[in-house]
């Protein structure tokens, strides 16, 4: 499984992004896929995580109520919809391939696959 995330950018505080998350293979739509991101100086943490058909999510308590995670499986690709965006939402967004979902959603240690991250500045 491959992974290339995009979308990133710079936007002001309040504004909107939507990140995406191309995978390539078909075991795509039988895993569990998650965001995770690291801002500089801090350890990668946990964004929001979306299980295979799309009908369980997942989210850090940052994030609630202003990200949306969503998946197309048609497409192989992963979605974050970020809103009301925040000057401490700046970081590298990785998207995450986890083959086995019994494993824990936010411990970026059960995932098996990574993209190369897109950047995301959130100005003041």
């Known amino acids: 499984v491959q992974l290339q995330a995009s979308g990133g950018g710079l936007v002001q505080a309040g504004g909107s992004l939507r990140l995406s998350c191309a995978a390539s293979?078909?075991?795509?739509?039988?895993?569990?896929m998650g965001w995770f991101r690291q801002a500089p100086g801090k350890e990668r943490e946990f964004v929001a995580a979306?299980?295979?058909?799309?009908?369980?999510?997942f989210y850090a308590d940052s994030v609630k109520g202003r990200f949306t995670i969503s998946r197309d499986n048609a497409k192989n690709t992963l979605y974050l919809q970020m809103n009301s965006l925040k000057p401490e939402d700046t970081a590298v967004y990785y998207c995450?391939?986890?083959?086995?979902?019994?494993?824990?959603?936010?411990?970026?240690?059960?995932?098996?696959?990574w993209g190369q991250g897109t950047l995301v500045t959130v100005s003041s």
């Open positions: 995450a391939d986890q083959i086995a979902d019994f494993r824990s959603y936010s411990n970026s240690d059960g995932y098996d696959y």
């Open positions: 293979g078909r075991t795509f739509r039988n895993h569990r």
């Open positions: 979306i299980g295979w058909n799309g009908g369980t999510t």
